[in-house]
């Protein structure tokens, strides 16, 4: 019997040797694996560009950010002509650049016109200094906070009677407010028709008609602590420093111009001028009672 042969099984690609104890690895990652290797090195795949830095190397998108930059400047600069031709931005933060000390001193000269002596303006340089630097300039600030205080003053008034309601809180603000807008209108038309050349401004107007109201504030808290007598003590004296304060203030604005222009004292223009100055202090004690009597009872 001729001698059998050994028959060798020949693999097959695709198949496992059985005689071989692990799976070569090896043919597969170089078919497979290698291939999504990135070719920075190392096996490691490059990080891509970011959308943000491609956005930003493209001269078009350059281009539009420096125009839609130089677009919001202009429209910014355009708002602010604007905004300064209606309402004087610079001008008012003159009026506002007040102190603590300014304020002191500002209120006792409203409260004791008496004991003041230099009601000149300073001057620098052909312009008026800030307030907190002379106690003798306009400001906003201390009408302003006495406005809105007279209100709440008024809310308290009107509580304390159990009167109180928004409308007729609301009323009374506004009456306040119309009697001011119809004082300034009244003023710069009898300035106009009397020729007064003079430095006096409407904001200045607003500031020195505004300090009624400080007087106003401590006749009604008086007449709400001591009654009817403490508010017309209180409320009389206040009328009377605030026409005292309106007499030396005004004169320097409105008769000043006169003896500068040569106007004899007892000339028909002056005396038209010394009598608008009359009524204008005049008027202050008047709208002082009449917006405040009927908050104390």
Not at 47 to 63: H, K, R, T, Y
Not at 135 to 161: C, E, H, K, R, S
Request: aromatic share 12%; hydrophobic share 45%; proline share 6%.
């Amino acid at each position: 019997m001729p001698a059998s042969k050994r028959r060798v099984p020949v693999s097959q690609p695709g198949m496992a040797d059985p005689h071989q104890l692990f799976d070569d690895t090896s043919s597969a990652q170089s078919r497979g694996y290698g291939a999504q290797r990135a070719p920075g090195g190392l096996g490691y795949p490059t990080a891509s560009a970011s959308p943000q830095s491609a956005f930003l190397g493209d001269p078009v998108s350059n281009m539009a950010m420096a125009y839609g930059s130089s677009l919001a400047a202009q429209g910014k600069e355009l708002v602010d002509k604007n905004i300064d031709r209606f309402i004087p931005v610079t001008k008012l933060k003159y009026y506002f650049a007040v102190d603590t000390m300014y304020v002191g001193k500002k209120l006792g000269l409203l409260f004791f016109p008496y004991l003041h002596q230099d009601w000149e303006v300073q001057y620098q340089q052909d312009t008026p200094v800030a307030p907190r630097f002379d106690v003798n300039a306009p400001d906003l600030y201390i009408p302003a906070m006495a406005f809105i205080t007279y209100v709440l003053v008024a809310g308290l008034a009107l509580g304390t009677q159990d009167r109180f309601s928004p409308d007729l809180l609301g009323l009374q603000a506004s009456s306040a407010l119309a009697w001011l807008t119809l004082e300034v209108l009244a003023i710069l038309l009898s300035l106009y028709l009397v020729t007064v050349n003079t430095d006096l401004t409407t904001i200045d107007l607003v500031a020195f008609l505004g300090y009624k109201y400080v007087g106003m504030i401590g006749g009604v808290l008086m007449g709400l602590l001591f009654g009817k007598i403490g508010y017309y003590l209180v409320l009389g004296w206040c009328c009377v420093s605030i026409f005292v304060f309106m007499i030396r203030t005004l004169r320097l604005k409105i008769l000043a111009e006169a003896a500068a222009e040569g106007i004899p004292v007892r000339g028909a223009r002056n005396q038209l001028r010394m009598y608008l100055t009359m009524a204008v202090a005049a008027a202050q004690p008047l709208l002082m009672y009449w917006l405040t009597f009927h908050l104390v009872r």
